[in-house]
């Protein structure tokens, strides 16, 4: 089959991970037999510095023609880089909310899985983690307290501050059906995390999503109340396969979830609309700090262009395959410096490899 991608290199270490995570695709094409088109889209300081604006409405057309869009990340040095000296509007971050706006993303996907080999950077005990964990973070992404109505107002001589949290029907219905979807891919268990022993917003998302579980027989399926989610993260990570959120709560249980994992370099994220449309793209950001020194680790793209095979393509088994092909590369005991040991004996049991030596042999073993 054939696929347009649209591809947003970006800044930083952003050209550098999506080039290897394009070699894997088309090592994939050429394996499954599938043609993958790549149309090239400037966005963040690249496109500020090429056309003044951090994403031209012709960079948003070229999106929406794309099948996907595979991201590496954006922005530079926030301290330094003149970029950071424009007003909000027009810095580099600026253009990935506009795309994110522009093409609906309402639902946002993290994995947060636990590589044997690298058990060792999670800072859960051995008693805890057991072997290990694989869940997915579904968080809805554009309504909720981060969407709503907000003010600043003097009241009785005082500073008072209200910020709404808000979501309706249609909101909670469509993420839900993502999450039962999602869950139907993997191990086919729910967990909907919100605070209806409090919250209004929360009580009506706990009605819609057992509507939806209706729909889902074979997905068990339970709510949570988010305090003690956050609490059964670090206790017994290993119940979760997909959890089920509200904006708010899904920022806050994301980066939860992704600490226990080990390195920023490693961790894939996805966002979607109601359409196969997605966004993919590494968690982490441009890191400046290490830009251009061919040493960051492309796994976290490489492992987004799976996903995007999977949730936009339908193609399991080729996902399947570049997932295992990671984890056959960390096995034969290759790592980039983020995640390489930290003690000398067990630096010594490894080898250590540069950004593009990590693609080829990840390529090797598809
Ligand atoms: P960062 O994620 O870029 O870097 C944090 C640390 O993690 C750095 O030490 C960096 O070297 C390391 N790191 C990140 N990705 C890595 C990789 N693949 N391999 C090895 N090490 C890696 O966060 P930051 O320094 O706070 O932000 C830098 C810039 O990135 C800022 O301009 C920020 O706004 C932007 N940013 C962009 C996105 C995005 O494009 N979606 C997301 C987050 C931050």
Wanted: charged residues 25%.
């Amino acid at each position: 089959m054939n696929f347009n991608v649209g591809v947003i290199k970006g800044d930083g270490i952003g050209p550098e991970i999506v080039t290897e995570a394009m070699k894997v695709l088309d090592a994939i094409g050429a394996k499954f037999g599938h043609s993958f088109n790549y149309t090239q889209i400037l966005m963040g300081g690249c496109s500020i510095d090429a056309t003044g604006e951090p994403l031209t409405d012709e960079a948003i057309q070229a999106a929406l023609s794309s099948d996907a869009v595979l991201m590496g990340s954006i922005g530079g040095n926030t301290s330094t880089s003149p970029w950071y000296k424009l007003p909000a509007d027009k810095r580099p971050e600026a253009g990935l909310l506009k795309l994110r706006k522009s093409l609906n993303l309402f639902a946002n996907l993290r994995p947060a899985y636990l590589y044997n080999e690298l058990k060792e950077a999670c800072p859960l005990r051995d008693d805890i983690i057991g072997d290990g964990f694989d869940m997915m973070i579904m968080r809805e992404l554009t309504g909720g307290l981060y969407f709503g109505e907000r003010s600043t107002k003097e009241e009785d001589g005082q500073l008072v501050a209200r910020d709404s949290l808000t979501y309706s029907e249609t909101e909670i219905r469509r993420i839900a059906k993502r999450g039962f979807d999602i869950a139907m891919k993997r191990r086919k268990k729910v967990t909907s995390v919100d605070k209806a022993n409090v919250l209004d917003s929360s009580r009506l998302w706990r009605k819609i999503v057992e509507e939806v579980a209706k729909d889902y027989p074979e997905v068990e399926y339970e709510h949570m109340l988010v305090d003690n989610c956050a609490m059964q993260l670090v206790k017994n990570p290993r119940q979760f396969d997909v959890i089920l959120t509200e904006n708010m709560f899904g920022d806050i249980l994301s980066d939860e979830a992704s600490m226990v994992t080990g390195s920023i370099g490693m961790l894939s994220s996805a966002s979607l609309n109601d359409t196969k449309f997605g966004l993919y793209e590494p968690s982490g950001g441009s890191a400046p700090d290490i830009a251009g020194q061919g040493i960051a680790n492309p796994i976290a793209t490489i492992l987004s262009a799976a996903m995007m095979l999977r949730y936009s393509f339908d193609l399991d088994a080729e996902a399947s395959s570049i997932e295992a092909a990671v984890k056959k590369v960390l096995a034969d005991g290759y790592r980039t410096i983020d995640i390489m040991p930290q003690e000398a004996d067990k630096r010594a049991s490894v080898t250590q490899v540069g950004t593009a030596a990590m693609g080829d042999l990840i390529v090797e073993r598809l």
